[in-house]
């Protein structure tokens, strides 16, 4: 007798880039479809990752401008489609998902998943963090399982917001090494120039420290008058870092690439890879750049920074949010010209974060 296959439905805001999107187009490729019936829905389904998604996975688009006004939409959605499990990503939706429970169909298992240390985001994200963190103790105890990206992120939600640590599981970020070589390699080198030449990759964000490296770079400079540093990605903060550069001099050595559909060839090119965050999950930028074999510097914030240290040795990290530690860091790694790897392949090295490892677990949640 065939067992029937568990509807699993993903609720994600949009496809735009980033780590947790990229997650989810992962899992959906690679979900066994002899087992699960994959839906995914979005507030707007918009995004550059809506090219990777399968033609089999049946898309739902809400067409929600904000996840404020989505609740009536994903309650009349999930009761339609009445999945086994619902799957939903980023704080705003899990909270959203979880004030709707009660009037979802009985027996619908909800799993929500965590994309940062939830404590720092709340600290230096939101005006009243108080109020959010009172929905977080409250509402998320409501869900069946949280999955956070890192044992830190286990250890904060326990600590911060007195969640029962048997809801809460780690799974790390997947990260398919296979693609991303074939990917990199699709492109020629494209930097040009003696360098040596650094990249940096996410969304142009407060989380993400830009500013902390570029307030890094006039040192970089003096000791590496040759350097360049290019910056991928697209965000809210895109003028005034464009404008701190300028206010820098960094005009002639500091480059913003916009997003990049395949970002990998920049970071196989590059010397160094560079993560200045405030704060983090599991970064998938910086797994990605390990499996490619560049070097790497990454201020060791809030995250899993250590425990990616401790399971992929080679990077360098820094104390976060300083300037001349970052600058240091980054000097002596252009003058060693340090590899980030060693004699194991990519994919021993990162077994912990393969794609059959991460989709495993997360299939055993379903």
């Given at each position: 007798?065939?067992?029937?296959?568990?509807?699993?439905?993903?609720?994600?805001?949009?496809?735009?880039?980033?780590?947790?999107?990229?997650?989810?187009?992962?899992?959906?490729?690679?979900?066994?479809?002899?087992?699960?019936?994959?839906?995914?829905?979005?507030?707007q389904a918009t995004g550059a990752y809506l090219?990777?998604?399968?033609?089999?996975?049946?898309?739902?688009?809400?067409?929600?401008?904000?996840?404020?006004?989505?609740?009536?939409?994903i309650v009349q959605t999930i009761w339609k489609i009445k999945p086994h499990t619902v799957?939903?990503?980023?704080?705003?939706?899990?909270?959203?998902?979880?004030?709707?429970?009660?009037?979802?169909?009985r027996g619908t298992r909800l799993l929500i998943r965590e994309a940062a240390v939830a404590s720092a985001f709340l600290n230096l994200e939101m005006k009243h963090p108080g109020v959010w963190r009172w929905f977080y103790r409250h509402l998320y105890k409501r869900a069946d399982k949280i999955i956070c990206l890192s044992d830190s992120m286990v250890d904060d939600m326990v600590a911060h917001f007195n969640l029962p640590r048997a809801k809460l599981v780690r799974i790390y970020n997947p990260v398919d090494t296979e693609r991303i070589q074939q990917l990199a390699g699709q492109e020629e080198n494209p930097y040009s120039g003696p360098g040596p030449h650094l990249v940096a990759a996410g969304r142009l964000c407060r989380q993400k420290g830009y500013d902390i490296l570029l307030d890094a770079m006039p040192a970089v400079l003096e000791q590496v008058s040759s350097a360049q540093l290019s910056i991928l990605g697209e965000g809210p903060l895109e003028g005034e870092l464009k404008q701190q550069a300028h206010n820098l001099n960094l005009i002639d050595s500091v480059h913003f690439l916009g997003f990049q559909q395949n970002p990998w060839p920049y970071l196989k090119h590059a010397?160094?890879?560079?993560?200045?965050?405030?704060?983090?999950?599991?970064?998938?930028?910086?797994?990605?750049?390990?499996?490619?074999?560049?070097?790497?510097?990454?201020?060791?914030?809030?995250?899993?920074?250590?425990?990616?240290?401790e399971l992929v040795p080679g990077m360098i990290l820094v104390p976060p949010e300083n300037p001349d530690a970052l600058a240091d860091a980054i000097i002596a790694t252009c003058a060693a010209s340090a590899g980030a790897n060693d004699s194991q392949p990519p994919e021993q090295r990162l077994r912990k974060f393969s794609v059959q490892q991460v989709v495993a677990e997360y299939s055993a949640l379903f």
């Open positions: 007798m065939i067992a029937e296959r568990k509807r699993v439905l993903f609720l994600v805001p949009s496809l735009i880039g980033g780590g947790a999107q990229r997650v989810f187009s992962i899992l959906l490729r690679h979900l066994d479809r002899s087992r699960f019936e994959p839906h995914l829905a979005m507030m090219q990777d998604i399968p033609q089999d996975v049946a898309i739902h688009d809400l067409s929600i401008s904000r996840v404020r006004y989505a609740a009536p939409s799957l939903s990503t980023l704080g705003h939706l899990n909270l959203t998902l979880m004030a709707a429970k009660p009037l979802l169909p010397d160094l890879f560079v993560l200045p965050s405030r704060y983090e999950g599991l970064p998938n930028v910086l797994l990605e750049a390990l499996a490619l074999g560049t070097s790497v510097v990454a201020a060791n914030c809030p995250g899993a920074m250590q425990e990616i240290l």
